[in-house]
């Protein structure tokens, strides 16, 4: 059974920076695209990056582009959230997530996704 143990969460000033990390359990890690959530109090999960398992092409949503860089590292399993300029919107918990998919395209929708973890609170303040 695959496990996701997100880390990385915490306080910050607007502006600064923070780094999620999320350690996949298995050592299929490579057939799983992966990507990052977030759920702010009273509003639906939203997607904010993603990974394709092969060809590391990454997605972000709009509002991320430019702040938020993802990236995997095989050799440790482990799936990264860069997240620059952070503003107070950001504020949300973080999810990450694992999807087996067999097209080239990453979906965006988190019913897409086959195994997730517990969410690590980002919280941002203006």
């Known amino acids: 059974q695959v496990q996701l143990v997100e880390s990385g969460g915490g306080s910050v000033q607007a502006g600064g920076s923070l780094r999620l990390s999320c350690a996949f359990s298995?050592?299929?890690?490579?057939?799983?695209?992966m990507a990052w959530f977030r759920q702010a109090p009273g509003k639906e999960r939203e997607f904010v990056a993603a990974?394709?398992?092969?060809?590391?092409?990454?997605y972000y949503t709009d509002s991320v582009k430019g702040r938020f860089t993802i990236s995997r590292d095989t050799a440790k399993n482990t799936v990264y959230l860069q997240m620059n300029s952070l503003k107070a919107e950001d504020t949300a918990v973080y999810y990450c997530?694992?999807?087996?998919?067999?097209?080239?395209?990453?979906?965006?929708?988190?019913?897409?996704?086959?195994?997730w973890g517990q969410g690590t609170q980002v919280t941002v303040s203006s």
């Open positions: 298995e050592r299929t890690f490579s057939s799983y695209a």
């Open positions: 990974i394709s398992r092969s060809t590391g092409i990454s």
């Open positions: 997530a694992a999807g087996l998919f067999t097209g080239v395209s990453v979906p965006r929708y988190p019913g897409a996704y086959n195994y």
